[in-house]
């Protein structure tokens, strides 16, 4: 059965390595579906910030990631 | 019927992904192959892909039925996720913080390692070796499949996407046969850092999409996501690199003064 653990983690590695990245990533995205809509931010602006939160937290991780 | 004219960015974003893919398993199977044995790296290689084979074969039809904007979002947040983590390692890896990927140093590992489990010289099967190769076509295979659904599934480019992954897969083995070597000089780092933003853009396109979003310009925000992840690549390089030269420098103070 040890190989189906390694086959999960191996998957899950697919999409998750640092912890703290994807879940910034997770929390940004939760935050573009329902807090976006709820603060009546234009449709037009919606996809823009989006962005613009993925590439300020890409940023903020690597800064944080070379300082370890 | 598929839209030719549209068809390039997923074949091109299928393709390049793939290439790394079946580049890091072409090594596993040249270790094997290379310490345990042909017959049984091949046998695990080709195990590998047929239970792979499977496995869409089964799954993939039911892809089709899921309704669009689930599948958007689905798919989009996937993307995001693995295309941010390539993006963020070839950053850091540009910027000196992690050490470039090194095909030759993984093959010299996985042969040490292999040498030093014992050959199989008595016994009729070399399971060990068939597993190594097995699970190692079999992972990279997995994102393989991950990438061609996640830039096909969603426009019915299926055909093009695959024909993209086909594609590299057979560029890949063949320069195998011919060179029998890892492939260490493909730059895989530029590789991952291009994939990584053409899958990050099209994650943040169509999560977007299936959000309901009016993104400006339509099609044309990919190539407008693509810049902006572009450029926020290129600051990324320049903080961490900065980071990581005051670091070095407060660890070589401490370490004189101490």
């Given at each position: 059965m040890s190989w189906i653990a390694t086959t999960v983690r191996e998957i899950w590695g697919l999409f998750v390595e640092d912890g703290s990245f994807a879940a910034a990533i997770a929390l940004w995205l939760l935050a573009a579906a329902v807090v976006l809509p709820a603060a009546h931010v234009p449709v037009q602006w919606r996809g823009p910030a989006l962005a613009l939160g993925l590439a300020a937290i890409l940023i903020e991780n690597v800064r944080r990631s070379a300082r370890r | 019927m598929i839209d030719w004219a549209h068809a390039g960015t997923p074949i091109v974003a299928s393709f390049l992904a793939s290439l790394v893919e079946f580049v890091e398993a072409l090594t596993i199977v040249l270790a094997v192959g290379t310490v345990r044995g042909w017959r049984p790296a091949i046998a695990g290689a080709i195990g590998g892909a047929a239970f792979l084979t499977v496995v869409v074969a089964l799954f993939g039809p039911a892809v089709?039925?899921?309704?669009?904007?689930?599948?958007?979002?689905?798919i989009g947040t996937l993307l995001l996720f693995f295309g941010l983590r390539w993006l963020r390692k070839a950053v850091l890896r540009t910027a000196g913080?992690?050490?470039?990927?090194?095909?030759?140093?993984?093959?010299r590992r996985e042969t040490a390692a292999l040498r030093s489990g014992g050959t199989a010289e008595h016994a009729k099967t070399d399971w060990v070796?068939?597993?190594?190769?097995?699970?190692?076509?079999?992972?990279?295979?997995?994102?393989?499949?991950?990438?061609?659904?996640?830039?096909?599934?969603?426009?019915?480019?299926?055909?093009?996407?695959?024909?993209?992954?086909?594609?590299?897969?057979?560029?890949?083995?063949?320069?195998?046969?011919?060179?029998?070597?890892?492939?260490?000089?493909v730059p895989e780092n530029a590789l991952k850092w291009a994939v990584g933003l053409l899958l990050s853009a099209f994650g943040a396109f169509w999560l977007g999409e299936g959000l309901g979003y009016r993104w400006p310009g339509e099609d044309l925000a990919v190539p407008g996501l693509v810049a902006m992840l572009l450029a926020a690549s290129w600051v990324g390089v320049a903080l961490a690199s900065q980071a990581r030269g005051a670091a070095a420098g407060a660890s070589s103070s401490a370490g004189a003064a101490g």
């Open positions: - | 089709g039925r899921v309704p669009l904007h689930y599948l958007q979002m689905v913080v992690l050490t470039m990927h090194d095909e030759e140093a993984i093959y070796a068939v597993a190594a190769t097995f699970k190692a076509v079999l992972l990279e295979g997995l994102e393989v499949v991950f990438i061609v659904l996640a830039t096909g599934a969603v426009g019915h480019m299926l055909v093009p996407a695959s024909l993209g992954a086909a594609a590299a897969g057979v560029v890949v083995i063949g320069c195998g046969i011919a060179v029998h070597r890892p492939l260490a000089r």
